[in-house]
């Protein structure tokens, strides 16, 4: 066997999602060969990438079956997370992060921020360095979410002007006007205020380097979004629904929002949140409150991805309620759902940096 012939099998292996085999992405690293053993390193497009199983094994098929049928096959994996943001020298906040994602809803009460925080905790999981941005600044609600109540986070000097240091809790970066102001205090400031809220989050706080940064924006479609992505470009959003009537006709305007010209944000996908109630003494039962796949039904009428279903489970409830999320709980049930979620989510966000032009700043006049 050599290097050549592995190169040779591995070039009928296609990458999945963005079909092209292994050897034309340049994913096949460190080949090394000693009688009938051969290992290498298959790079990944994200530490979360789901399909890396499926590429192990055509990989040991195609030298068994092309090179050696008695080869010993060793696959190391790494990653190095793809990024398609456009990032120019006179502007480049936050330039360590390689992929920022806007979960958004057309309406409150959908679920929002639990989708944001579980997808960030999935990501983490699966070794991607994320951070989390509690961009609602007159409902936030990571810091009951995360148990982080109360906390103040730390300054760092960082020369010119001081930072603000992010909380670390279960393995990601945390920030949110909820750890600046008291909590029994409203946030009454006009659009203005909010919006220079949302750029300082972005300017002076120390993200540092990450894979994925999630920012939990608010309901609606107003100044906060149209401040964000004026401030840094968008690798892309997720959209948020349940799937009664009322939360997709408003998903519809969150959709348009992005869907326009002067904005061309691109959508990674849709969520269906409180799909279906499962009762823990019923784990094989689902009852459609809201609505049976209203949200399945809306990704397909506007040709988008549906990135899944999660259930309306009490432990969810519970988790947020408490500061401990179902991601870092023990309801199998909703981490799966969240698991499956986090893994088509990347899966898109990976498509869209291969297939997508770069994603530029916003200009709205």
């Given at each position: 066997?050599t ?5 040779k ?8 999602d963005l ?9 096949i690293?460190?080949?090394?060969i000693?009688?009938?053993v051969v290992?290498?390193?298959?790079v ?6 789901p399909?890396k199983?499926v590429m192990?094994a055509?990989?040991?098929?195609a030298i068994?079956l ?7 096959v ?5 990653s190095?997370?793809?990024?398609n ?11 360590g992060?390689?992929n920022?994602?806007?979960v ?24 991607a ?19 982080v109540?109360?906390?103040?986070p ?8 001081g930072?603000i ?6 393995g ?5 006007i ?6 029994k ?7 203005p205020?909010?919006?220079s809220?949302?750029?300082q989050?972005?300017?002076?706080v120390?993200?540092?380097n990450?894979d ?10 107003g ?5 964000l ?18 939360a ?10 992005f869907?326009?010209a ?21 784990p094989?039962?689902?009852y ?21 279903q999660?259930?309306?489970v009490q432990s969810?409830?519970e ?10 709980g023990?309801d199998e ?16 966000i990976?498509?869209?940096?291969a ?9 709205v006049?």
């Amino acid at each position: 066997m050599t290097e050549a012939d592995i190169l040779k099998a591995l070039s009928n292996v296609q990458e999945p999602d963005l079909g092209k085999d292994l050897v034309t992405l340049n994913m096949i690293k460190n080949i090394m060969i000693s009688g009938n053993v051969v290992a290498f390193t298959i790079v990944l497009t994200t530490p979360a990438c789901p399909m890396k199983d499926v590429m192990r094994a055509a990989s040991e098929k195609a030298i068994k079956l092309i090179v050696n049928k008695d080869a010993v096959v060793k696959i190391d994996f790494t990653s190095n997370t793809t990024s398609n943001r456009f990032v120019s020298g006179d502007n480049n906040i936050l330039s360590g992060v390689k992929n920022i994602i806007a979960v958004v809803s057309g309406k409150g009460g959908v679920g929002k921020s639990t989708i944001s925080a579980n997808l960030a905790l999935a990501l983490a999981e699966s070794g991607a360095s994320v951070g989390l941005m509690d961009a609602d600044i007159y409902g936030p609600s990571v810091p009951i979410m995360f148990g982080v109540r109360g906390v103040r986070p730390m300054m760092k000097d960082n020369g010119a002007k001081g930072l603000i240091v992010p909380i670390e809790k279960f393995g990601i970066k945390v920030m949110s006007i909820g750890l600046l102001v008291d909590e029994k205090s409203a946030v009454v400031w006009r659009g203005p205020m909010a919006s220079s809220a949302i750029k300082q989050f972005a300017t002076d706080v120390d993200w540092g380097n990450l894979d994925y940064l999630i920012i939990d924006m608010p309901p609606g479609t107003g100044d906060i979004h149209l401040t964000l992505m004026q401030t840094v470009p968008v690798t892309g959003v997720v959209i948020v629904t349940t799937p009664q009537a009322v939360a997709l006709a408003d998903a519809k305007k969150g959709i348009a929002m992005f869907a326009q010209a002067q904005i061309n944000v691109p959508i990674i996908g849709l969520v269906e949140n409180m799909a279906y109630f499962t009762p823990a003494e019923l784990p094989n039962n689902k009852y459609y409150i809201f609505g049976k796949e209203g949200g399945k039904h809306l990704a397909d009428e506007y040709d988008l991805p549906f990135l899944g279903q999660v259930p309306l489970v009490q432990s969810i409830r519970e988790g947020g309620d408490e500061g401990i999320p179902a991601m870092v709980g023990n309801d199998e049930l909703s981490q799966k759902a969240f698991r499956d979620f986090a893994a088509l989510t990347v899966r898109n966000i990976a498509i869209r940096n291969a297939n997508m032009p770069k994603t530029k700043m916003v200009e709205v006049k």
